[in-house]
């Protein structure tokens, strides 16, 4: 009896001594730190658009939902040239204006602003844009019998993309009307391995509400979640990822006519200060190397621990 009490003891000293041993080469292991945090919490810029232009897209039919997918099958342009466009007009415009529509966007709104900003912490935030338009005189008496939708088609770089069963989910919710996803959808994918992406959202635009303040303006809100992927490890504790300029697309039907005619803003060529910057924290190359070597020593020498204290309980029996 006295042997088999020294040897119950024996076994959870070694089972202590375990779980002590494992817990330490946790602490060692984070106390190495391979992740850097960000100081400054958000980053943000804004882009101004101080002129407008505006160009005829297309006229959407009644049976089809997103301007890419259309454009894609309908015109041939391949993916790559929407997804590394300057912008979409080129790629997807095939200036076909809708029959019996008789509405030229272009001569009742005008682009003012276009404000986008990354706001939250870490790898997971929403790209918040808010885009303005101006009201022509001529406009509200025209836009009151249409029925229109805002339609921001934003690019992402492989460091940054939207989780498509998210985006979805807002659909569902009444927060988006359509949304579609276009390149690379793999979620796990990591920076290095993955390729660019083209969000494309659609947000209805509810005139009685808007031209009942008497106000000739036209102010839409759009919150896109965004997600970083894990960038390679370098140098410095932070990856930067650039989110480029996106996309106004304005579409319109009217009464039983289905068919949506599209028209696109903007304004200038993009110069530095339109792109919202992300930085990403990644690993420093410095510190995996301790890391990984203090990783490698703890399993080492947790996996002896255990094969002695096997053979000892064999031993013992």
């Not at 069963?165 to 659909?171: A, C, I, N, T």
Request: charged share 15%.
């Amino acid at each position: 009896m006295a042997s088999h009490h020294r040897i119950h003891i024996s076994c959870s000293s070694l089972r202590g001594f375990i779980s002590f041993l494992i817990s330490a080469s946790l602490v060692i292991c984070v106390a190495v730190p391979s992740y850097a945090t960000e100081v400054n919490g958000t980053y943000a810029t804004t882009y101004f658009h101080e002129s407008s232009t505006s160009t005829l897209v297309c006229c959407l039919p009644s049976s089809e939902k997103l301007l890419i997918d259309y454009a894609m099958r309908k015109h041939g342009f391949p993916l790559d040239s929407v997804i590394y466009g300057s912008t979409i007009v080129p790629n997807i415009g095939s200036q076909e204006p809708c029959k019996q529509m008789e509405l030229n966007l272009g001569s009742i709104l005008s682009l003012r602003t276009l404000r986008r900003q990354l706001i939250g912490q870490g790898s997971h935030r929403q790209l918040a844009s808010s885009i303005v338009f101006d009201i022509q005189a001529n406009g509200p008496d025209q836009l009151r019998v249409h029925s229109c939708e805002l339609v921001l088609i934003q690019r992402l770089q492989s460091g940054v993309f939207a989780d498509p069963f998210e985006l979805q989910h807002l659909v569902r919710r009444g927060v988006f009307v359509d949304v579609g996803v276009f390149g690379d959808t793999n979620l796990e994918l990591p920076s290095a391995h993955s390729g660019q992406s083209v969000i494309e959202v659609h947000v209805s635009i509810d005139w009685d509400s808007i031209l009942a303040r008497q106000k000739r303006e036209l102010e839409i809100a759009v919150e896109l979640p965004l997600h970083a992927r894990y960038p390679p490890i370098g140098e410095d504790s932070h990856a930067t990822v650039e989110i480029v300029l996106s996309d106004s697309i304005i579409c319109c039907k009217r009464g039983s006519i289905d068919d949506k005619e599209c028209s696109w803003f903007g304004g200038a060529e993009a110069t530095t200060s339109d792109v919202v910057q992300w930085r990403v924290p990644c690993g420093n190359e410095v510190h995996s190397v301790y890391v990984s070597t203090i990783t490698a020593l703890s399993a080492s020498l947790s996996a002896l621990v255990i094969v002695y204290a096997s053979l000892y309980a064999s031993k013992s029996k």
